[in-house]
């Protein structure tokens, strides 16, 4: 069958629909993709670091921070200077921009040494990429999703809360996302 990934941010969940979700798509492993494990605004407090870490291990699910794949504060900052030129904010932005997408890959995605990662992936249930934005689209995890799928023929699904794009997938008022 094949491993498996399942893409999930932050932006729009809450805690509960943010474990449901984990949940629901068989999630065995989360890894974090952050520079920085912590999110401002207390509504979304759960997902800094400790709180994370302790309710993924009350509902089973693994905790791994690979820093290594997280964007440089100055490829965050080139997106920044995208998103003002087209006015967007960091979390209503629905795709990352074609100059970002290229630098990450190069300076980042190219430099890591994927084939460790993938091995340690759960062979039964799914690793979960994580960052902060709704849209896969518009986060770095769908760069890595979409390397992990061609070199890894790893199969990807997207999770996403209500209200975010892509075609809704049943099971509730904030039911996971299927890919597009």
């Known amino acids: 069958m094949g491993k498996r990934v399942a893409t999930i941010g932050v932006y ?3 805690i509960d629909d943010f474990l449901h979700a984990l949940h629901g798509c068989d999630a065995r492993v989360l890894m974090d993709l952050r520079q920085r494990r912590g999110v401002r ?14 309710a993924l291990r009350r509902a089973g699910i693994a905790y791994q921070h690979h820093r290594e794949l997280a964007p440089t504060t ?14 967007v904010g960091k ?6 921009a074609p100059e970002y997408r290229r630098r990450y ?3 980042i995605l190219d430099h890591v040494d994927l084939e460790p990662i993938v091995a340690a ?5 799914v690793t979960a990429l994580f ?3 709704a849209d896969p689209e518009a986060c770095h995890r769908s760069i890595v999703a979409e390397q992990l799928a061609r070199d ?22 904030a039911a996971a996302r299927r890919p597009r």
């Open 12 to 14: 729009r969940w809450s």
């Open 41 to 54: 605004g207390s509504q979304y407090a759960w997902a800094n670091a400790v709180r994370l870490e302790g």
């Open 74 to 87: 100055e490829l965050r900052h080139l997106q920044y200077v995208e998103d003002a030129r087209v006015g």
């Open 91 to 96: 979390r209503s932005r629905i795709e990352l």
């Open 105 to 107: 890959t190069e300076e």
């Open 121 to 125: 992936m759960p062979s039964a249930g």
């Open 131 to 133: 960052c902060v934005e």
């Open 152 to 173: 890894y023929g790893v199969r990807i699904s997207h999770l996403r809360p209500e209200g975010a794009r892509g075609p809704a997938r049943s099971g509730g008022p």
